[in-house]
């Protein structure tokens, strides 16, 4: 739009004299420009029509023996804590602003992480798992660990961004997908998953190049947020005693691959999902909820990760997504099952057993 907008200033100074009718029509796309813009950098929803689904309660109690509570922190940054120990999902908390993101490098900001560390009392953190090495996912997770001191864990394009940040290889751990890790009373368990289908805003798309599909060598802060590559997206299936979660950051499904799961609790990325058709939303549906059979649904992925987590989480912008339609999408399916379907704010907490 930005382009467009430059095209036509020139267009109207290469005129050397006045014409009404060309100056009104210039005007007039000027205005359009103009006006789609605001539109597409406002929130794809309204979050006070959902406000039945917000717990409101940011419990402070100490957390009940056997139970678990989640954090949610963003995007698909999740905090499961047992009151003995911690883990965390990604830990993307710097979120840049979407012109810094788009026009410049981007790294780590220390002071926001800290805050966000401190706020959320992450003080028993024993392990970082990252869905993928996109820059929303990644990006700060070497730097929590390092101020945490807890361990990362990812695929080899998610190791190479923690060496880029001089995270020590004692300190990371690549994914063996299938084989369960223990993390105190938490047993995690890594598989295979599918990235959000790819997209395109301004004739650009986010579909990973053939040619690269993971960062090969060590990422070194600041870089452009095109090099952090996907690299592979990955869901986790989590136990905690008798009780079972299951963390979906990405909006897709690998046919058939939770055929023999069964979670209590599901957190479901959204972002794009009714931009999809519906076969496919259907389909997802099915292959995740319908499959696992959860009590509870938490859809994650659905925030606005350019504006900061200090502030109240607003839907993700028109520009490439349409929060209310993807709820729609997701409540007329759960009604019909009964699945409760909660939705969190940032640093909002919730008991899931």
């Not at 993390?183 to 959000?196: A, C, M």
Request: hydrophobic residues 40%; glycine residues 6%; aromatic residues 12%.
């Amino acid at each position: 739009m930005i382009f467009s907008f430059f095209i036509l200033v020139v267009m109207a100074g290469r005129t050397n004299s006045f014409h009404p009718q060309r100056f009104f029509v210039f005007l007039f796309f000027v205005l359009l420009i103009l006006f789609s813009s605001h539109c597409a950098f406002r929130p794809s929803g309204n979050l006070n029509h959902y406000d039945s689904y917000f717990p409101h309660d940011s419990k402070t109690n100490p957390i009940p023996k056997g139970k678990v509570r989640a954090t949610f922190l963003g995007t698909s940054s999740i905090l499961l804590d047992d009151g003995e120990t911690q883990i965390l999902t990604d830990g993307f908390f710097s979120r840049p602003s979407l012109w810094k993101t788009a026009f410049s490098k981007i790294e780590s900001d220390p002071k926001t992480v800290l805050s966000v560390i401190e706020r959320a009392k992450i003080n028993r953190l024993g392990a970082i798992f990252v869905c993928h090495s996109h820059y929303d996912h990644v990006m700060d997770a070497p730097l929590v660990a390092k101020l945490t001191k807890a361990k990362l864990f990812g695929s080899s394009s998610t190791l190479n961004v923690g060496t880029g940040a001089g995270l020590p290889t004692d300190q990371m751990q690549k994914f063996v997908t299938g084989k369960p890790i223990a993390i105190g009373k938490f047993t995690v368990t890594v598989l295979e998953s599918k990235h959000t289908p790819p997209f395109r805003i301004f004739g650009k798309t986010n579909a990973t190049d053939p040619n690269h599909p993971n960062i090969e060598t060590p990422l070194v802060q600041p870089v452009k947020a095109f090099d952090y590559i996907e690299g592979g997206t990955f869901d986790f299936f989590i136990q905690h005693g008798k009780n079972k979660i299951f963390i979906k950051s990405s909006t897709n499904f690998v046919e058939g691959a939770l055929d023999k799961l069964q979670a209590d609790i599901l957190f479901l990325g959204i972002a794009q999902l009714s931009l999809q058709p519906v076969l496919f939303q259907d389909e997802f549906y099915k292959q995740n909820v319908q499959t696992l059979k959860p009590k509870l649904m938490i859809p994650i992925h659905w925030d606005n990760f350019f504006k900061p987590l200090s502030e109240p989480l607003e839907p993700n912008l028109q520009l490439g997504d349409d929060f209310d339609a993807n709820m729609k999408s997701i409540l007329k399916r759960t009604e019909k099952e009964k699945i409760e379907v909660k939705l969190l704010q940032g640093f909002e907490t919730i008991d899931l057993f």
